[in-house]
């Protein structure tokens, strides 16, 4: 598509519950990351998958998060057993890092964003 | 770790400059950028800055950089309604390819 695309555009789960956030990313790009955006904070990098390289998931606040990227395309974050304090946005973005063929200014492209709700 | 700080909110009147500022602390940063957020939709570059450049200026846009005291700037000129949004700074040290980004300063542009 012309733009990242993220589902669903809001989600409201029940405490505990799992939940799965997906991102398809701008064809070709092949960097792609996950941050969340809680109210009033700044954005919080989750983790980073580029090409076939080992993810970096520095960024996972705890082993209840995951997130894979299959056939370096789409991508899916799952929060298992959701706590009321992972209510946030989460936003995905793209980027054509690693191309030779455009200057690497690291611009991220961002999808409208997964906003979540666990009650 | 590397931290990004922003101030808060800005309130500016229709046809005003607006200048958003912003400190990092990380003194490897080879890029430093400035997001737009509108009401409901994903953030947008609106523009970069490299670390050796000091400005940068693109239309109604003013990028400053002091690389020695870690500040950075975004001056808007006449400043528009369709300006209001949040104005995020972030930054990218060397060998780092997540950017790092501040909480965000929400213009508010008055009529």
């Known amino acids: 598509g012309a733009g990242v695309s993220q589902s669903p555009s809001n989600k409201v789960t029940e405490k505990g519950k799992d939940v799965e956030l997906r991102c398809d990313p701008i064809?070709?790009?092949?960097?792609l990351y996950w941050y969340r955006q809680s109210l009033g904070q700044g954005l919080e990098f989750l983790i980073y998958?580029?090409?076939?390289?080992?993810?970096?998931k520095s960024g996972l606040p705890s082993d209840r998060f995951s997130a894979e990227r299959t056939g370096g395309s789409v991508s899916t974050l799952t929060i298992q057993r959701t706590q009321q304090e992972d209510s946030a946005v989460y936003l995905c973005a793209s980027s054509l890092e690693g191309s030779s063929r455009l200057p690497n200014t690291g611009e991220l492209f961002f999808g409208e964003g997964s906003r979540l709700t666990v009650l | 770790g590397e931290d990004v700080e922003q101030s808060l909110f800005l309130s500016v009147r229709e046809g005003d400059s607006s200048v958003i500022n912003c400190t990092y602390t990380?003194?490897?940063?080879?890029?430093l950028y400035w997001y737009k957020q509108e009401p409901g939709a994903g953030l947008q570059l609106l523009t970069y800055?490299?670390?050796?450049?000091d400005m940068k200026q693109d239309q109604r846009l003013t990028v400053l950089l002091n690389k020695k005291d870690k500040h950075l700037s975004l001056r808007i000129a006449d400043t528009q309604t369709g300006d209001s949004a949040i104005y995020f700074c972030a930054e990218r040290g060397k060998g780092r390819r997540a950017l790092t980004f501040g909480s965000g300063t929400r213009l508010q542009v008055q009529p």
């Open positions: 800055i490299f670390s050796n450049m």
């Open positions: 990380d003194s490897s940063s080879t890029y």
């Open positions: 998958f580029q090409g076939n390289s080992a993810p970096d």
């Open positions: 064809s070709g790009h092949t960097a």
